[in-house]
């Protein structure tokens, strides 16, 4: 009878320590961040190519929300996350999301592009500036950046400079 409840208690312990172990690497990977994962990140990338492409703004959204929710950490997935918060006027938070987006890849204008609009939007105008100013030496074709660092320039009284970028712009 002894034998049996040990080697019962034995398999109790067993089981227990086999169903806590399935329990616990269970729970590690449902936690697990796959904003990176190559197949998420890759199609973020992908995904981000084709929303700047558009001009449609509900189409931009709708793929700037697949971006959030698939790499929600990548440069793309922070960057979507601001665009999105942009969209209903949350500038100082947009802003965050564009920030953290620019420190993981500070080489994407759309980026300084979008922080710039949020600066805009908040009344930053100098820094909207600096914004626009940045995404026209990183890409000096960028048309639209002339005209919003122009309104910029306007918003902050220096005509001069806000002509001379509207100027540009239709060049």
């Known amino acids: 009878m002894v034998n049996f409840i040990s080697y019962n208690l034995f398999l109790n312990r067993k089981n227990f320590l086999f169903f806590l172990l399935l329990l616990l690497s269970l729970l590690f990977v449902s936690c697990k961040?796959?904003?990176?994962?190559?197949?998420?990140?890759?199609?973020?990338?992908?995904?981000?190519?084709k929303s700047v492409l558009t001009n449609d703004i509900g189409e931009k959204k709708t793929i700037r929300e697949e971006i959030a929710d698939i790499s929600p950490n990548s440069e793309y997935g922070l960057f979507s996350q601001g665009?999105?918060?942009?969209?209903?006027?949350?500038?100082?938070?947009?802003?965050?999301f564009f920030?953290?987006?620019?420190?993981?890849?500070?080489?994407?204008?759309?980026?300084?592009?979008?922080?710039?609009?949020?600066?805009?939007?908040?009344?930053?105008?100098?820094?909207?500036?600096?914004?626009?100013?940045?995404v026209i030496n990183m890409r000096n074709d960028y048309w639209e950046a002339y005209v919003n660092r122009a309104i910029a320039y306007r918003k902050a009284k220096k005509y001069e400079e806000a002509m001379a970028d509207f100027n540009t712009a239709i060049e």
């Open 33 to 49: 961040d796959t904003s990176y994962e190559p197949q998420n990140y890759s199609r973020a990338k992908e995904l981000f190519e």
């Open 83 to 96: 665009f999105l918060l942009l969209l209903i006027e949350d500038y100082p938070e947009a802003r965050r």
């Open 99 to 134: 920030l953290k987006a620019i420190e993981k890849n500070s080489n994407i204008p759309e980026f300084y592009f979008s922080k710039g609009l949020a600066n805009i939007g908040d009344k930053e105008y100098e820094l909207a500036v600096r914004d626009f100013t940045k």
